[in-house]
């Protein structure tokens, strides 16, 4: 499919983006905003004002996944607080140390929250998160990292995966599906965990292809479509016809080979069957398993404005309606059926009658 859309935004600070720029990445783009909150005397009320810090995981904005779901929730904050807002695109196989100069550069701008999108900052924001400590810091998707002010925000993307699981294995009509990770890692395999699960649930006898583009995040497993698309071919050629990608900006090629063979796919992340560059595509997607991945960013962004910066672990769950599945195509609501066993399984997760793996 190429390389993501990028986008141009108004830029104030020319001078600040342009050191940010050099020394941290790819800048998607700056808005300050005259009219910004301003908050009490406070450190944290104060550094708000200053806006957000968004730095992009591997694929950048655009990937109509995982990185535009924080960018849906960078957007609402800074316009329901009226706050200013940088958001950093990462470099092609960047190190820790890139990284640990974005997340620098944020903070000596004045910046906060800022906030890792990705478990690739863990490295960088335990450098640098001690040194500014009137800074709140977010990570989405880890739990190693521990500070007086960084809040891990999490999820439990298996139960979501497990939805999808079940979705389908009523759905395939050959008892063949197929499930396909961008980087072969522990978060990663909770959704084929869950998947499979969901799968097995349903009808233990389904076969399920399982699949991991690249052993490490830099070979470009959440940023090459055209990796998603080859492991898709492969297999659809197998006879799976109902695939499920975990794959960022990679799960674009999946959807793409997917529909080109009149087959279902399931989304991740956002709801893919809404994002316009998929537009073409989108009779083929027959659902999302949706992370709230902007609603994370948003709350982070609200408690600092509020004066009372959240920390510590916040794991979101199907209880909590910050992980699920989206009803968007017409397709899904007309499977009776399909939509009757998601709704079981889910209030079997919620009551806890269901323990759906991780690994």
């Known amino acids: 499919m190429g390389h993501k859309s990028r986008f141009t935004r108004v830029a104030v600070g020319v001078a600040a983006l342009a050191l940010a720029a050099t020394a941290c990445g790819k800048t998607s783009g ?11 005397d406070s450190s944290a009320s104060a550094a708000a004002s200053k806006g957000i810090g968004l730095a992009y995981d591997v694929g950048g904005r655009g990937d109509q996944s995982f990185n535009d779901a924080a960018y849906s929730g960078f957007e609402k904050a800074r316009g329901e607080f009226q706050l200013g807002g940088q958001d950093v695109e990462p470099q092609d196989g960047e190190s820790d140390a890139d990284k640990v100069a974005r997340l620098t550069q944020l903070a000596k701008n004045g910046y906060n929250p800022i906030i890792g999108v990705g ?16 800074t709140t810091f977010g990570i989405i998707d880890d739990d190693t990292v521990k500070g007086d002010n960084v809040a891990d925000l999490v999820f439990h993307e298996e139960q979501g995966s497990y939805l999808a699981g079940v979705v389908a294995a009523k ?8 499930f396909i990770g961008g980087v072969d890692v522990p978060l990663i395999h909770k959704f084929g965990a869950g998947f499979k699960a969901g799968v097995a649930s349903v009808d233990p006898k389904i076969k399920v292809e399982e699949q991991y583009l690249t052993e490490k995040a830099e070979d470009g497993g959440f940023s090459s479509p055209n990796l998603g698309k080859e492991a898709a071919k492969g297999q659809l ?3 799976a016809d109902v695939l499920y990608a975990a794959a960022g900006l ?15 796919v399931i989304g991740v992340d956002s709801d893919q069957y809404n994002q316009k560059p998929l537009a073409k595509y989108k009779q083929y997607i027959l659902t999302s398993v949706l992370k709230d991945v902007g609603g994370a960013v948003y709350d982070l962004t609200k408690s600092v404005v509020d004066g009372s910066p959240k920390t510590g672990e916040t794991r ?10 989206s009803e968007s195509n017409p397709a899904y609501g007309k499977m ?3 939509v009757a066993a998601v709704k079981k399984a889910e209030e079997d997760i919620k009551a806890g009658r269901i323990d759906v793996p991780t690994s």
Do not use: C, M
């Open 30 to 40: 700056e808005a300050e905003k005259d009219d910004a909150k301003k908050g009490g």
């Open 250 to 264: 990679s799960g674009q090629g999946v959807i793409e080979e997917a529909a080109a063979a009149k087959k279902w």
């Open 336 to 338: 009776t059926d399909v």
């Open 316 to 325: 979101f769950d199907l209880a909590s309606g910050r992980v699920g599945l």
């Open 119 to 134: 478990f690739a900052y863990a490295p960088a924001l335990k450098e640098v998160a001690p040194k500014y400590p009137k």
């Open 237 to 239: 050629d197998k006879g």
């Open 171 to 178: 759905a395939t009509k050959k008892k063949h599906v197929g």
